[in-house]
T-cell receptor
Framework: EAQVTQNPRYLITVTGKKLTVTCSQNMNHEYMSWYRQDPGLGLRQIYYSMNVEVTDKGDVPEGYKVSRKEKRNFPLILESPSPNQTSLYFC????????????????FGSGTRLTVV | DQQVKQNSPSLSVQEGRISILNCDYTNSMFDYFLWYKKYPAEGPTFLISISSIKDKNEDGRFTVFLNKSAKHLSLHIVPSQPGDSAVYFCAVSFGNEKLTFGTGTRLTIIP
């Protein structure tokens, strides 16, 4: 089944303890992206990647790192988590060919709910 | 500074009637416009999209309209079905992978 898999689904951690949220896709997609969803703010893009070793900042990159060493994986790293990073995180991927009417919207994972205490 | 606004947090529509979801944006340089649907405990699902060179795109019960002069995007669902109850997000992009989402509208279809 074509899918984007995030792990873990739920995570409670303490301030300052480094963590990694993994993301893997089995569709051979070039493009991958991370979002966070917060009440009243919708989805905000953290980082995106257009291919292996090519990453760029989204709208809210502060406090996050990413890497794209393999096409299928795009982990999100929080080096020193803080309570304001408590959120619902989504990873997504899509093939090239343009967004919009060519039909290639992102496929999203099921989300990771992170709580930082 | 919100570049994409969905001014209605919620909308209730009778089953079988038309649902109209609205989205306003500020930057006339955006060139792709998309709608996503989200159920609780799931990731968003891509629904339909339109480029700035068109003003309408249809896919079954879903039609997206783009009014560039008004910087306004709308999604029409006809007829509305109970399974359409979800949160709907509009999203815009400008030639690259930077997607900006609206805050969402919760649609409830009343049987």
């Amino acid at each position: 089944e074509a899918q984007v898999t995030q792990n873990p689904r739920y995570l409670i951690t303490v301030t300052g303890k480094k963590l990694t949220v993994t993301c893997s896709q089995n569709m051979n997609h070039e493009y991958m992206s991370w979002y966070r969803q917060d009440p009243g703010l919708g989805l905000r893009q953290i980082y995106y990647s257009m291919n292996v070793e090519v990453t760029d900042k989204g709208d809210v990159p502060e406090g996050y790192k990413v890497s794209r060493k393999e096409k299928r994986n795009f982990p999100l790293i929080l080096e020193s988590p803080s309570p304001n990073q408590t959120s619902l995180y989504f990873c997504a991927s899509r093939p090239p060919g343009g967004q919009g009417p060519k039909g290639y919207g992102y496929t999203f994972g099921s989300g990771t709910r992170l709580t930082v205490v | 500074d919100q570049q994409v606004k969905q001014n209605s947090p919620s909308l209730s529509v009778q089953e079988g009637r038309i649902s109209i979801l609205n989205c306003d944006y500020t930057n006339s340089m955006f060139d792709y416009f998309l709608w996503y649907k989200k159920y609780p405990a799931e990731g968003p699902t891509f629904l339909i999209s339109i480029s700035s060179i068109k003003d309408k795109n249809e896919d079954g019960r879903f039609t997206v309209f783009l009014n560039k002069s008004a910087k306004h995007l709308s999604l029409h669902i006809v007829p509305s079905q109970p399974g359409d109850s979800a949160v709907y997000f509009c999203a815009v992009s400008f030639g690259n992978e930077k997607l900006t989402f609206g805050t969402g509208t919760r649609l409830t279809i009343i049987p």
